[in-house]
T-cell receptor, first 115, second 115 residues
Framework: DSGVTQTPKHLITATGQRVTLRCSPR?????VYWYQQSLDQGLQFLIQ???????AKGNILERFSAQQFPDLHSELNLSSLELGDSALYFC??????????????FGPGTRLLVL | AQSVAQPEDQVNVAEGNPLTVKCTYS??????LFWYVQYPNRGLQFLLK??????LVKGSYGFEAEFNKSQTSFHLKKPSALVSDSALYFC?????????????FGGGTRLMVKP
C-alpha cells in the first residue's frame, strides 16, 4: 500500500457526462500528479500540482481540469466525456521538496468506463 | 523531447532463471530513471531509481538495474525469477532541469515467469 488513496475505484458513465475523480496524497507529500493509462496511448502524464498550484502540464485535454485543495487532496474533473476517455486514471504523490530526484508513489487508480 | 523504449512486449522466463527486462531512453543531459511494476488491478509500485553515482542500482524484491550511459540503457535484472514476479513492468525517465517532475513512461513489458 503506497499511502495514496483514490476514489472511486470504478466509474461507469455515459458520453457527454461529467465526472470527478478524487485523490488523497501520502501524508506529508505536497505534490500530486495525474496520469492516464489507456491501451492505445499507454501511460501519459496529465498534470502536476505542488502545494495548491499548477506546476506542470502534459497532454491534458481542455475538457479536463484539476485542482489541489488546501488540505492537499486533488480532484480531476473530466467533462463532455467521450468513448475514448475510457481509461485507468492514476494519481501519484511525492514530497515535493527536492523535485528532480523524487520518487512518485502511485495510488490504485480509478477505472473509468464511458458508454 | 524525452522518450523511453521497452523493445519487448513480453518476456518469458522459467522460475529460478535470471531475468532481464530491457529499457532504452532518449533524453538530453543526465536522466533520472525509474522502474515500476504493476500487478493486475493494482497501481504502480516503485522498484528502484537511478539518480547519480554507482551504475548498478539495487531495489525492492531482489531487483537491480544497470545504467549504461554509452548505450542509453537501464535494463532491469534479477538473478533468480519467481512466479510471483509475473507482472507488467514500466521504465520511466525524468529529464534533468525544467519545471515539474513529470515522468515519461515506456510502453511496458509483461513478464511471465513459468514454474
Amino acid at each position: 500500500d503506497s499511502g495514496v488513496t483514490q476514489t472511486p475505484k470504478h466509474l461507469i458513465t455515459a458520453t457527454g457526462q461529467r465526472v470527478t475523480l478524487r485523490c488523497s496524497p501520502r501524508s506529508g507529500d505536497l505534490s500530486v500528479y495525474w496520469y492516464q493509462q489507456s491501451l492505445d496511448q499507454g501511460l501519459q502524464f496529465l498534470i502536476q500540482y505542488y502545494n495548491g498550484e499548477e506546476r506542470a502540464k502534459g497532454n491534458i485535454l481542455e475538457r479536463f481540469s484539476a485542482q489541489q485543495f488546501p488540505d492537499l487532496h486533488s480532484e480531476l474533473n473530466l467533462s463532455s466525456l467521450e468513448l475514448g476517455d475510457s481509461a485507468l486514471y492514476f494519481c501519484a504523490s511525492s514530497v515535493g521538496r527536492s523535485i528532480a530526484q523524487e520518487t512518485q508513489y502511485f495510488g490504485p487508480g480509478t477505472r473509468l468506463l464511458v458508454l | 523531447a524525452q522518450s523511453v523504449a521497452q523493445p519487448e512486449d513480453q518476456v518469458n522466463v522459467a522460475e529460478g532463471n535470471p531475468l532481464t527486462v530491457k529499457c532504452t531512453y532518449s533524453v538530453s543531459g543526465n536522466p533520472y530513471l525509474f522502474w515500476y511494476v504493476q500487478y493486475p488491478n493494482r497501481g504502480l509500485q516503485f522498484l528502484l531509481k537511478y539518480i547519480t553515482g554507482d551504475n548498478l542500482v539495487k531495489g525492492s524484491y531482489g531487483f537491480e538495474a544497470e545504467f549504461n550511459k554509452s548505450q542509453t540503457s537501464f535494463h532491469l535484472k534479477k538473478p533468480s525469477a519467481l512466479v510471483s514476479d509475473s507482472a507488467l513492468y514500466f521504465c520511466a525517465v525524468r529529464p534533468p532541469g525544467g519545471a515539474g517532475n513529470m515522468l515519461t513512461f515506456g510502453g511496458g513489458t509483461r513478464l511471465m515467469v513459468k514454474p
